[in-house]
């Protein structure tokens, strides 16, 4: 509070009392609604209530993170947030960042789908980071109970997941070898092309319409879903990319976990674009026919529309 003096015309000094101060604070600090409050026990987190946003903190303090040799404190850059505003129809609006582990990155995100929550991006924010950190969107809608309970079995997993990559030995576990690559053919239904101990299955995205400044953009100019393949029949990996629609992504994201495969991330290759492409790259290992089979149904999820 304020408190001004005025010379009025009387010549009589009157006080005028600004509540300035008081109006801004409470702009700031507003009364966290009930079903917020609730979000927050639900999910064991603490948070704030600003701009009519509840904020979710989820920060790692249990990770001690180097970026190229500086030591850097969780608010630098590893505090996973999640946060809920009024939407239509007085449904909540969900979006999230959640700083995971390599190893937190699938078991998370598999919660996440499975809870009906949808995860929009998966990338890394720095590099040289030790130990190495990604960072996952998630989106979702619904009332803010709902919510709470859709995310909560994702949240109680990030510092929980056991690392099933000790750090690396230099031992090499799967070498190069012969694939029956007729098999992975029929399978796709599709030939590929291979290149030394590597066979590669290029798909293009002939169902949509990409143009830039005129050009038409085609599988060759990147406009392409493919899988490799190497190993052999028994012992084999799978690396890849996938060119998705908006309404395609959280399909192929579910396929994907279902049939084990590790997603390694979620991002754009081109800006500007009409419609918007989603790029998703992924890589796993198996027995050679498992993973043409989960290629398979993955692009399965293309071009329903």
Do not use: C
Not at 114 to 126: C, K, P, R, S, Y
Not at 240 to 258: I, N, S
Not at 265 to 292: C, D, V
């Amino acid at each position: 509070m304020r408190i001004r003096f005025r010379l009025t015309s009387a010549g009589f000094m009157i006080a005028v009392v600004v509540l300035a101060l008081g109006a801004g604070a409470s702009a700031q600090d507003q009364q966290m609604p009930p079903e917020y409050d609730a979000a927050l026990r639900a999910l064991g987190k603490q948070g704030d209530f600003k701009a009519n946003v509840l904020k979710i903190n989820i920060p790692r303090n249990d990770l001690n993170v180097t970026v190229d040799g500086v030591a850097t404190p969780t608010p630098f850059g590893f505090g996973g947030w999640l946060a809920m505003t009024k939407g239509n129809g007085g449904k909540e609006v969900m979006m999230g960042d959640l700083v995971l582990l390599e190893d937190e990155v699938n078991p998370v995100m598999s919660a996440l789908l499975d809870n009906g929550l949808e995860v929009t991006a998966l990338h890394n924010h720095f590099f040289f980071e030790d130990p190495r950190i990604y960072y996952m969107h998630v989106m979702g809608h619904g009332s803010a109970a709902d919510l709470a309970r859709m995310a909560k079995p994702a949240v109680a997993l990030i510092g929980h997941v056991t690392s099933a990559h000790p750090p690396s030995s230099g031992k090499v576990t799967l070498q190069p070898g012969k694939i029956d690559t007729g098999k992975i053919a029929q399978i796709v239904n599709q030939e590929g092309e291979q290149t030394g101990s590597v066979y590669k299955i290029t798909i293009g995205r002939d169902d949509v319409t990409v143009k830039e400044t005129g050009a038409t953009i085609n599988a060759r100019m990147g406009l392409n879903t493919w899988a490799a393949f190497v190993g052999t029949d028994d012992n084999a990996a799978i690396a890849g990319d996938v060119a998705m629609l908006d309404d395609e992504v959280t399909p192929v994201l579910k396929t994907l976990r279902k049939n084990g495969i590790q997603i390694v991330s979620i991002h754009h290759h081109m800006i500007g674009t009409q419609p918007a492409i989603i790029f998703l790259h992924y890589w796993s290992k198996g027995p050679a026919e498992k993973l043409a089979r989960a290629f398979r149904e993955t692009l399965d999820q293309l071009g329903k529309k």
